[in-house]
C-alpha cells in the first residue's frame, strides 16, 4: 500500500512539476500591442471570449472612434518586414449578434520591435545588407543584440529571431540566435 501512495505521489509531483513550468520560445507570451501606420493602438484581447467570424478571433482590439469595436481578425501575414492584417469594423446586428460592415488589409512595414526581453529594435532598413553566418540583420537593438532574417507571424502575433554580436578582432560573429516573441511591433 505504501509503495502505492509514493507512486501516486511521485506521479502528481511530476504532472504539477510539468504543469508549472515555464514556456520558453517564441510561444511565451503574445504581441500585445500593434502601433498602425495612423498610429491607432490595437491591444492584444487575451484568450477569454472575444469576437469570432468564420473561426478566426478578433485577437487585437483597435482604439476607435466613437462607435462599434474594430481590430484585427486573426494572426498576420508576414514576408520579409512587410506585415499584412485583417482589420475589420464591427457593429451589432438586428438580432443582437456582431457583424462584421467592413473588413479591408492593413499593409505596413514593422519598422520598430520590443522584444519580450525588452530591447527596443529598429529596422536597420529595407535594404540592409550586412549578413553573418548567412542570415541578413534586419533590426539593430539595443547594445549588441540583433534581429536577424524575417518576421515570422502566426496566431499570437509576431516572432523575430534575435541574436548578439560577438566581435574578435576584425572578424564579427552571431552569438546564440533563436526565436522570440515580439511585444509590440510599430507598423509604418
Do not use: K
Not at 460592415?101 to 526581453?117: I, K, M, P, S, Y
Not at 537593438?141 to 524575417?150: E, F, K, P, Y
Not at 576584425?170 to 540566435?177: H, S
Amino acid at each position: 500500500m505504501r509503495g502505492i501512495v509514493n507512486v501516486a505521489l511521485l506521479a502528481a509531483v511530476m504532472v504539477l512539476s510539468a504543469a508549472c513550468a515555464p514556456r520558453v520560445g517564441p510561444q511565451n507570451g503574445v504581441t500585445a500591442t500593434v502601433v498602425l501606420p495612423s498610429m491607432e493602438r490595437c491591444l492584444h484581447a487575451g484568450f477569454g471570449a472575444t469576437l469570432a467570424f468564420a473561426g478566426d478571433r478578433l485577437a487585437w482590439t483597435c482604439e476607435s472612434p466613437v462607435g462599434a469595436p474594430r481590430g484585427l481578425l486573426g494572426g498576420p501575414s508576414v514576408s520579409g518586414v512587410d506585415v499584412d492584417w485583417r482589420l475589420v469594423a464591427t457593429e451589432r446586428g438586428a438580432a443582437g449578434a456582431f457583424v462584421i460592415t467592413n473588413e479591408e488589409t492593413l499593409q505596413g512595414r514593422a519598422v520598430q520591435l520590443v522584444l519580450t526581453t525588452g530591447e527596443t529594435c529598429v529596422l536597420a532598413g529595407s535594404d540592409a545588407t550586412t549578413v553573418l553566418d548567412d542570415v541578413r540583420v534586419t533590426y539593430a537593438c539595443t547594445g549588441d543584440i540583433v534581429v536577424v532574417g524575417d518576421l515570422i507571424g502566426d496566431a499570437d502575433g509576431l516572432v523575430a529571431v534575435r541574436g548578439t554580436l560577438r566581435s574578435n578582432g576584425a572578424v564579427t560573429r552571431l552569438v546564440d540566435p533563436r526565436p522570440i516573441r515580439v511585444s509590440s511591433v510599430t507598423l509604418q
